[in-house]
Structures are given as C-alpha cells and as structure tokens.
C-alpha cells in the first residue's frame, strides 16, 4: 500500500489555526472558556453538544463567538441505530431501580420515564450549521453526504472520529476533511461505529500509521497525548496534528468541578477502567462506587437511558463534590498532567512540534 502523509501545514491551512492542537470536545463539561483560550492560542477549541436542543446550540454558540475571533469547532454525536428511545414501563423502572442506591445516597427520587431522552439529531444539526462554526465535528459515525455538503457549502471544514483503519477509510469516503484516530488510550466514550467499541480497541501508537497510510487526508492522533512528547510521537506517526482532552480538562478554565479535577491529579487518576456503568456506552474512567456496583453489563440500561438515569444523580453528585458519584472521565495520559492553565499546555504541546 501507498502510504499517504499529509503535513501539519496542511492541517493548518484547511483549520484557519496557527497550531496543529485540537481541544477534544467534552460531553457534559465543555466550557465556552476553555474553548476560547485554546482557539486564542493558535489551537482549535472545540464544544460538545451532546443533549443540546437547537436553542441552546445557538445561545453556545454566540457565546463562543463573543469569547474569541478565531476558528472554534462544535462537535455533534451521529445516531448510530442501536440507541433505545423507549421502554416498556417495567423494565425501566427494573433498570431505575438499579440506580437507587446513588440517588438515596444524595436524597434524591428517582427520576420518572420521560417522552424522550435525547434531542433530534436533525434538529442539532440545523442549527449547528446555522450558526456557521470554522469546524463541525462528528463522534460515532459518518456524517450523512447531505450534512457534509451543507456543511461545505457553508464553507464549514468537517472532521469525523475513528477508533479502526476501516471506520477512517470509511469517514474519507464520506466526505469529511480530516479524521482523528483516537486511540484506546483516549479518556471518555469509545466512540467506535463499525464494530462493537470492545472490539475496536486499537492503541494510539499502532493506530494512527496505519490510518496515515490509509487515507489522504489530515489525520489527528488522540489517546495518551498530555505533553510536548507524546505530540512528537504523534508527528513521528504520520498525524499532521493532535487532540488532546485529559490534559485540558484538569486546567482552570475547564468546567469540570474542581474535586473532578483534584480526582485527574491524584494517584487515583493511575489506574483507568473501560465501562459501560455511566452512559451504556463504553468509556474510559476513572474508577468509582458506580462503576464497581454496576460493572456486570447487564445491570445497565441501553444507550441513551442509562446516559439519562444516571445523568440526574451525577449533576447533584458534581455539585456536591462527591466523586463516588460522577463520571470520572480521563485517559491513560492522566499521571503525565503538570500544567494548571490552558495557556501552560498548550505552550508544552507546542514545544512538541520542534
């Protein structure tokens, strides 16, 4: 096989940014801050909308674009088809029950059924695109060919996700503008579509060559990436730029709650489980009450019910400061973190580009 290489400069020029660094878009903690502080850096900032209905994409927007001049990427999650949007009564009230514990733990009730879990992805779309970010980005599938010519059309670059060569060959052939391999390594959901995430756990070192020989396009390497020398590995590898979520997530201007970022800073933050406890979707964190009580599969609600369950005992756990309680996302480069501010970060992922 031909191996095809694009540089750093080409990721440059096709982003509008001065750095090859990518926040990675957080899902629940994304911080219109941080976003703005990486994007005034040179990097490209980027904002989660997982649960975002239209208006609140608007409103985010607005702010991002009140918070910094430079190009900033919103990220969106494609429906991959094995999302539950109903249950028969019982079962989810057999599936709440499970929950209980965490939700007497904070003198929480349990949440009752709602009509819908999660916002339509159409919708989320229209007005992402409506309010013309420098990127779209897309977790867990290809965009459809109409979203990615709309995208275009508004002079909006599209970056995909993928976990397998096969899943960034196929992003290539669907139109998007650059893909980030994201290793195993990577904290947060697995966010794998071609096959089940527990057989797509390729490591960030022998994934990202083998999707730059693969496709020729940009290719951005994610997964245990905190410091100025995993961006050189990265570079090395044949990715043209980096993204990088952990290290960004213990600063300052992250929005996750200051005893999460104490947690990502502690020895704790050494050791990193793969569950399915907090969303039912597989994710790297780090461990927990919840993620030891509801480690066999089968106590977990489908995606995205699981997601909404456990979503209301988490907000009253982060405000609490009860870690036992909330998603301890984070990736194997946890113990690497030194840097407290956006800025310090960024300045050692530079110093990985010489």
Known sequence: MTAHRTSSAALLDLLGISAPVVLGPFGGVSSVQLAAAVSDGGGLGSFGLYGYAPEAITRTAAELRAATGQPFALNLWVPTGTEVSHLPTAEYEAYAQRTKPFFDALGLPLPEMPNHYLPDFNEQVDATLAASPAVVSFVFGVPGPEVVDAAHRRGIKVIGTATTVAEAVALESGGVDAVVASGMESGGHRVSFLAPAEESLVGTFALVPQVADAIGIPVIAAGGIADRRGVAAALALGAAGVQVGTAFLAT?????????????????????????????????????????????????????????????????????????????WAGQ????????TAHDVLTELIAGLS
């Open 333 to 340: 480069s946890a113990p690497l973190l030194r840097h407290d």
């Open 252 to 328: 300052q201007e992250s929005a996750a709650a200051p005893a999460y970022r104490d947690v990502l800073r502690s020895p704790a933050a050494a050791q990193t489980v793969l569950t399915r406890a907090m969303s039912g979707r597989l994710a790297r964190g780090i461990p927990n009450r919840v993620t030891a009580e509801l480690a066999d599969p089968s106590l977990n609600a489908p995606f995205p019910i699981q997601n909404w369950l456990t979503g209301h005992f988490r907000a009253r756990a982060t405000a609490a400061g009860r870690t036992d309680l909330m998603s301890l």
